[in-house]
Every structure is written in C-alpha cells, then in structure tokens.
C-alpha cells in the first residue's frame, strides 16, 4: 500500500487542529459540569451587612426541582408557600401594615395599606401582581412585596390572587388582573392608579397594560415592574452569564423553565401577552424597571428599558449591586430594601395624581 507523506507544516497544522478539538470538547465538558454548581464570585464590600449576607447564601435546593405531574406541582408550591406565609404576620407588624381579604369583579384579593396612610395618597392606589413564575405565591403568600410597599411607601395597595397552573394555566392569570384592574377604574381614575410587581408580577405588570390597550382602557398613571420576566424563552445573555451566578433562580433549565411551559400550555412563548418584551409599548405609561447585577433576568429588564425608551416611553433602570433576582424584598433590615421601595414610592408620587 502507498503511504502518503505529509509536509512537516501540514503534520503541524493537524496537531493544532486536533488539540483545538480536544480543548474544545473539554471546555465543553468542563461548562457542562460548571452548569450543575453555582458560580463562585467574590461577595462586593461596597453592599450593606445584610445584602452581603444574602449574596453569600447557598441557592435553595429547589431551583432544580421538576414536579412530574400535577400533584406534585400542588405539593410542591404549596410546601412553599405554606413557608412564606409564616412570615408574613411579623413583617406585617415590624412594618405597621393591615391586610384585609375581599373580592373584586369575583376575583380573590388582598388590601393592604399602612396604619397610618399619608393624607397626599388618600386618592390613590397601587395594583399589585405578585411573583413566583405563574406557579407560587397563592393566597396570602403573594403580598410579601406588596407589604413592603404598603409600608415603606406608604401607598393602599390592592394586591391580585390570581388563578395559576396547573389547574388554571395562560391566559387565567391575567384575565384575573385585568377583571381587578377594570373595576379598581370603576371607582378610581386611571391617573390616580399604578402598578406594579416582581418577577411573573413584573412581566404580568406588562402584560396588563399591552391587554388594557388592546381593549382600550384607560391606562394606569405609572408602572413599575421589578426584574420583569419578559421573555419566557430562554433568549439574552444574563440566562448564561448570570447562571450558577443568580442564587434566588440559579438557572432556566431548573423548575423556571418548567413552569414557563405549564403556564404557557401550548401557547407560542413569544406571544407579547406571555413574552411583553415581543410587545408594541408605544403609548406606554411612564416606567420604572429595577434589577441586579447578578439577577438571571438582567437582561429581561434590560431589553425592556431600552425598548420603551425606543418607543419614546419615559422609562427608568435601577440596577443594585450585587443582587440576584428579587433580593430586594428579601430582607426587612437590608438598606437596600428600603432604597429600593422608597424609589417606587417617590416613582409614583412623581406621576400619580
């Protein structure tokens, strides 16, 4: 058999070319592995005590939960919740909050207002959605946000229990909202109405003002959707450079990424009522987005920011140091809770009439 010589820069060129594909297959595997632990980074000096100490916890073992079935989804969120509303009763005190529940337009709610409401909000009120990636947060357990709203800004705030899956996927979620947010306008002007929320909240938040729109509503005075879930598709870059780095939601492909799947139930995920970042915001309310250095949805909030600011919507970015996702209402003692409600609270003061 003829035996082929190779030139000594083709044999050269083959070996870097073969060590490239090794490199490249072990950098492969070696991001596959980094993929299952969190991302070590140094925690910031330049944070509170406390904000220090949230950034340094481990991430809870449930980001890489997959409920199976329906039961297990029940069980689970509700396991969760069940251990957030035990919380809330001493948040509620140390912040000089009441919590009343009631029905709007047959839709479950909760009011929730400080002891003493400031006479300058007396005519205004804040609808809330809260978050918990369409599946947590039911009951009670959703105004941990909205008690801290009540009570460091100050404002009556009527926060949304709306149906979620499994039992009630796309669209239950915000056919509820929008059913309070109509008959909140029933008794209170649009300019004296805002609205806001966190996560799911932030995305719905959105959504609800695309859905107002549509069905030609008067639009709130002002939003402030907080590190917004925008696109429920795992597209832009903070999905990957903040995975294993975010240690609230750690990554996509845990139980988020389920539960995006169950709430959409065969919808498109770009649809703009599930994805509002794929929405038309021309005419959009004045809008305050806040996030975090470290929040998986960084990028959500930021494609969003600069997408009102395209359509020539006054819009806003808070971004904390340091934080992963929604690590603002996280802690009561944390300086950066209270920054960060004090400017939602001036945000609507500024537009609400």
Known sequence: MPVTRMSPRTASRGLRQL?????SACLAVSLAHAQQRPAALPVPKTVSPELQA???????????????????????????????EKLLPPLREKLGVTSTAGRMAGVPVFTLAPKELPAAHGDRVLLHLHGGGYVLGAGESGTLEAIFMAGIGGYRIVSVNYRMPPDHPYPAAMDDALAVYRELLKTTPAQN??????????????????????EGLPLPAAIAPGTPWTDLTKTGDSYFTNEG?????VSYDG???????LYAAGHDLKDPMLSPVYG??????PTLLTTGTRDLFLSNTARMHLKLREAGVPADLMV??????????????????????QELARFFDRHLK
């Open 255 to 261: 139980w988020l990424g389920d539960a995006a799947r």
């Open 54 to 84: 949230l950034i340094a916890a481990p991430p809870p073992p449930m980001w890489n939960d997959h409920p199976k079935d329906t039961q297990a989804w029940k069980t689970w969120a509700g396991n969760f919740d069940a251990g957030v």
């Open 280 to 285: 038309d915001v021309r005419g959009f309310p």
């Open 245 to 249: 780095v975010d240690n609230i939601l």
């Open 193 to 214: 109405i805002g609205v806001f929320g966190t996560s799911t909240g932030g995305g719905m938040t959105l959504a609800l003002v695309l859905r107002a729109k549509a």
């Open 320 to 341: 904390f140091e340091g934080l992963s996702h929604a690590q603002y209402h996280m802690d009561a003692n944390a300086p950066e809770t209270r920054t960060h409600f």
């Open 19 to 23: 060590a490239l594909g090794l490199a």
